[in-house]
């Protein structure tokens, strides 16, 4: 669904954040490894489903002038209108349902997308989040604290947690000091980072 003025009102959501072809599939920042998070998502977008939370896809879209290129050393990802900017084929068919909405960024956080923000003023009661996607230390991170920070600006009580065994960043094993800072961040926020089983 792309229409946020027809979903009906929900508490929760799950936050599916930039499981696009460009991070996984193809292109220079795609990461094939990231794909070993998706059975797990999988799982949390069935139970979203039966538990009647909004599903909402996060997708890194951006035009050929993005000034974000030049920040992370001219490397032009994810462009409109290309596959790099679609959902991985696994997730395609929990896309366009009932309780889906699809949101492109243009930047490093969700909380910064126009349509993100319009979102949250149109559900004022969602009050619980459940975060998983890529890049653990880039949009992942960046995106839960903005999300934190614009709750905490409204009054608004709130739960967010961020599914460790759902997260995944590009060359994992060699930015695990990043990894590693991305979540105590998360944590000193006050977001929940959590795993299956805890």
């Known amino acids: 669904m792309e229409d946020i003025s027809s979903l009906k009102k929900y508490k929760k959501c799950l936050i599916i954040v930039d499981m696009i072809n ?37 997708k890194d879209t951006h035009t050929e002038n993005s000034v974000e290129f030049e920040r992370f050393g001219n490397t032009n990802h994810c462009l409109e209108n290309t596959t790099e900017s679609t959902l991985v084929d696994e997730l395609k068919e929990f896309e366009n349902q009932e309780n889906t909405i699809s ?8 909380m910064e997308s126009p349509k993100f923000r319009e979102l949250m003023e149109k559900q ?13 230390d880039i949009c992942v991170v960046n995106g839960s604290i903005g999300l934190a920070n614009y709750l905490d600006e409204h009054n608004r009580k709130h739960i967010i947690n961020v599914h460790e065994d759902g997260v995944a960043t590009y ?28």
């Open 22 to 58: 460009g991070f996984v599939r193809e292109g220079v920042l795609h990461d094939e490894k990231i794909g070993d998070i998706i059975p797990r998502q999988i799982e949390l977008i069935k139970e979203a489903q039966e538990e009647d939370k909004l599903i909402i896809f996060i």
């Open 103 to 110: 949101i492109k960024k243009n930047s490093t956080s969700f």
């Open 124 to 136: 004022k009661g969602l009050n619980e989040f459940d975060i998983v996607g890529c890049c653990t």
């Open 171 to 198: 060359s994992e094993e060699e930015r695990q000091d990043y990894v590693k800072a991305a979540k105590l961040l998360m944590q000193q926020q006050g977001i929940n980072v959590v795993k299956k089983g805890e």
